[in-house]
């Protein structure tokens, strides 16, 4: 029987002529409009662009919280969008990390809990889930907050527990949509400084969305967006 077999090199990321429509009732919104490009293993990339550009559209696309109407992305090897729904909520689970804006923190659990979800989600036992979370609260500097709810922790307090909760199981990609901005400029440079060093010790690839260019700052590469296009991708010094 012949088969069809695909043999492709890639890069870690490689997002191919990613397209997205939003339908509401007869009227279409084209939020990407064909975009490609690769990103690296161990690097820190931002999409920066305009509100209404599709920032978090590309991330949620390559991250495969949404499906592209059409295009391909590949993360460390797999077609992400020709997975099934289990596979994909598993292969996210293991491999990805996600930072959110708005944290999303549970809020009757406690930081520990929160954290330890992560290594639940993936099969650990309750033992192991707990240590490892330890070991992420303490290595962000959280270790005596462990016992606190989200409501009893600043707001930069509530990102670092976040952040634990999205390194906890190793993943080789974090994705973060606006990880600052909810917070002061100088907690969201202390949060930066974090994530920095948590990419350089272990090699994360991170992802950032944000419209803040210190933000950026950060970052290895900058790729501008907008009206759903790559429109250039900045290389930065060291
Ligand atoms: N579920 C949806 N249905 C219809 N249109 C949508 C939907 N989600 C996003 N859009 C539209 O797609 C466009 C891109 O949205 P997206 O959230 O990706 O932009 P963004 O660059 O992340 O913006 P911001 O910086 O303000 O968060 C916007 O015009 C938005 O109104």
């Given at each position: 029987?012949?088969?069809?077999i ?10 191919q002529?990613?397209?997205k ?9 084209r939020?990407l409009?064909?975009?490609s490009?690769e990103?690296n ?5 931002s999409i920066?662009?305009p ?7 590309l ?20 077609n ?7 596979e ?20 009757v659990?406690t930081?520990?809990?929160?954290v ?6 993936i ?16 290595q962000i ?5 462990v016992?606190y ?18 390194l906890v199981h ?11 901005g ?7 440079a202390e949060?930066m ?5 948590l990419?350089?010790?272990f090699?994360?690839?991170?992802v ?6 210190r933000v950026?700052?950060y ?5 501008h ?9 900045e290389?930065?010094?060291?």
């Amino acid at each position: 029987m012949e088969q069809e077999i695909e043999v492709i090199f890639l890069a870690f990321v490689k997002a191919q002529d990613l397209v997205k429509i939003y339908k509401n009732g007869e009227i279409e919104y084209r939020a990407l409009n064909g975009v490609s490009f690769e990103i690296n293993e161990g690097e820190i990339l931002s999409i920066l662009g305009p509100s209404g550009c599709g920032k978090s559209t590309l991330l949620n696309c390559l991250s495969g919280i949404d499906d592209p109407t059409s295009g391909k992305v590949f993360v460390d090897g797999v077609n992400l969008h020709a997975l099934s729904d289990n596979e994909k909520t598993r292969f996210r689970a293991l491999k990805m990390g996600f930072i959110f804006q708005f944290y999303n923190l549970i809020p009757v659990l406690t930081a520990l809990e929160n954290v330890e979800l992560t290594m639940l989600a993936i099969g650990a036992e309750n033992k192991s889930a707990r240590r490892a979370a330890m070991e992420a609260l303490e290595q962000i500097g959280m270790k005596d907050r462990v016992d606190y709810l989200p409501s009893q922790l600043s707001g930069g307090e509530r990102q670092r527990v976040a952040i634990a909760r999205a390194l906890v199981h190793k993943p080789k990609i974090v994705w973060a949509d606006e990880p600052t901005g909810a917070l002061d400029s100088k907690t969201g440079a202390e949060i930066m400084e974090l994530i920095k060093h948590l990419n350089e010790e272990f090699n994360q690839t991170f992802v950032i969305v944000t419209h803040d260019d210190r933000v950026a700052s950060y970052s290895e590469r900058i790729l501008h967006m907008d009206s759903g296009k790559i429109i250039s991708i900045e290389k930065r010094q060291g």
